[in-house]
């Protein structure tokens, strides 16, 4: 059972665009999201997160926008540049007795076009 | 520069041989982690550990095994029971406490000879 639904399986914008990619949860558990950007043969990293006690979050041209009450929160790309071309996975995580679970998505396969 | 070192970057098994993927980290992390990545099903966890000398399996730990013997260290074992080993292998780590983000290494491609 995926515990994070994310879409679209993927995406092309026009450079200068907006790109949105959307995530939804069902357990109210999760206390933390994190957003990853994943380019081919490298690992995930770190772009941008959001706790819910708060319902946006913007770094530079990357925005997290969260409704805790709909359980859904999204990454929002403005003036996408060919470079932002890549893999994005939205995640999820919890505290455990066996320490913090992360979740993740199914990834975003974003392409701006020139 | 602290990270994480996964190595190898490309690793081929035969059948029936097993293979150890490597796993260091100098951000001094307490929680360390292994996914796999297959096309179109995001992460999967394999294993995790949170101190030395303690792990717990994941979502899809048959035909893993791991070891935890230096707090820098987390070295994967995939066997020759994990008879669909071909993916891409992401180790991660983080810090202990609510909230906190993991960071990743750059993985190693496992494929089939």
């Known amino acids: 059972q995926q515990q994070v639904k994310q879409s679209p399986q993927s995406l092309i914008v026009q450079k200068g665009g907006i790109s949105i990619i959307n995530c939804a949860y069902e357990?109210?558990?999760?206390?933390?999201f994190p957003w990853y950007q994943q380019f081919p043969g490298k690992g995930p990293a770190l772009l941008i997160a959001i706790r819910p006690d708060v319902s946006e979050k913007k770094e530079g041209r990357f925005t997290i926008s969260f409704n805790k009450s709909a359980k859904q929160f999204s990454l929002h790309i403005m003036d996408s540049q060919p470079g932002d071309s890549a893999t994005y996975f939205c995640?999820?995580?919890?505290?455990?007795?066996?320490?913090?679970?992360?979740?993740f998505g199914t990834g975003t396969s974003l392409t701006v076009i020139p | 520069d602290g990270g994480i070192t996964q190595s190898p970057k490309y690793l081929f098994r035969k059948e029936g041989q097993n293979v150890t993927l490597s796993c260091e980290q100098n951000l001094n992390h307490d929680a360390m982690y292994w996914y796999r990545q297959d096309p179109g099903q995001g992460l999967r966890l394999i294993y995790y550990s949170q101190i030395v000398n303690d792990f717990q399996k994941g979502d899809i730990a048959e035909g893993y095994s791991v070891s935890r013997e230096k707090k820098e260290s987390f070295p994967l074992t995939v066997t020759s029971a994990q008879k669909n080993p071909t993916a891409f292998y992401l180790c991660?780590?983080?810090?202990?406490?609510?909230?906190?983000?993991?960071?990743f290494g750059d993985g190693t491609r496992l494929s089939i000879l």
């Open positions: 995640a999820a995580s919890k505290p455990a007795n066996t320490g913090n679970q992360f979740y």
């Open positions: 991660a780590s983080s810090t202990s406490g609510r909230g906190q983000p993991q960071h």
């Open positions: 357990n109210t558990a999760f206390d933390y």
